[in-house]
């Protein structure tokens, strides 16, 4: 099945930084997610991104489907983004499961 | 109002005992996924199901049991096979085809065993 890999593990920055997140997978895809789970441990929906770029207020995401990896941007840290960010990723296979990778945990020093 | 919803947000068993965790969605999704995360891990998927009266071992499922009558419901049981069962369930749905796969998440339910 495909492999779908994120870094850094850990990342940590003052408030106004940027951060780039990155997720590697193994395999074509046709569903790459990046998502936010906050402190209640639900999964927040950053962007649906296959192929592409997009853009939601200070974060954007870029899925570059030939070389199988994607990233997430943040511009202008702020202490609320900080949390675990993960990339998950599906296969073209009709019977494919959806694979998380082992996130990335930010933290935001004020 | 439409989404997943899962119940209860936490659970308490006690050893030897099975449970069921209730996964509903009104999404018109044909797929649905369980997953359990452990304290500062990932999330690793127990089973999916790409339609009604068929599911899937994802990679964890020792332990596990689901069933798929319905359409809008996913319900997952831990069974007492499963040793160590304490641990944030997670359940989503999205749409199986070519197009458009977003998948979205219930809320979750913490699962302790005392």
């Known amino acids: 099945g495909i492999q779908v890999e994120q870094s850094p593990p850990d990342l940590i920055l003052q408030e106004g930084a940027n951060s780039t997140l990155r997720c590697n997978f193994s395999?074509?895809?046709?569903?790459l997610q990046w998502f936010h789970q906050n402190p209640w441990g639900q999964l927040i929906n950053l962007f649906y991104?296959?192929?592409g770029t997009k853009q939601n207020g200070r974060l954007s995401a870029t899925t570059v489907a030939t070389e199988r990896y994607s990233l997430l941007y943040i511009s202008s840290s702020q202490t609320t983004d900080s949390g675990v960010y993960f990339c998950?990723?599906?296969?073209?296979?009709?019977?494919?499961?959806?694979?998380f990778g082992s996130g990335t945990r930010l933290s935001i020093r004020p | 109002d439409g989404g997943i919803t899962q119940s209860p947000k936490y659970l308490f068993r006690k050893e030897g005992q099975n449970v069921t965790l209730s996964c509903e969605q009104n999404?018109?999704?044909?797929?649905m996924y369980w997953y359990r995360q452990d304290p500062g891990q990932g999330l690793r998927l127990i089973y999916y199901?790409?339609?009604?009266?068929?599911?899937q071992k994802g990679d964890i499922a020792e332990g596990y049991s689901v069933s798929r009558e319905k359409k809008e419901s996913f319900p997952l049981t831990v069974t007492s096979a499963q040793k160590n069962p304490t641990a944030f369930y997670l359940c989503?749905?999205?749409?199986?085809?070519?197009?458009?796969?977003?998948?979205?998440f219930g809320q979750g339910t913490r699962l302790t065993v005392v």
């Open positions: 989503a749905s999205s749409s199986p085809g070519t197009l458009n796969t977003e998948a979205f």
């Open positions: 395999d074509s895809v046709n569903n």
């Open positions: 991104i296959p192929s």
């Open positions: 998950a990723a599906r296969g073209y296979s009709s019977a494919s499961k959806i694979i």
């Open positions: 999404l018109n999704h044909d797929a």
């Open positions: 199901s790409q339609i009604v009266n068929d599911f």
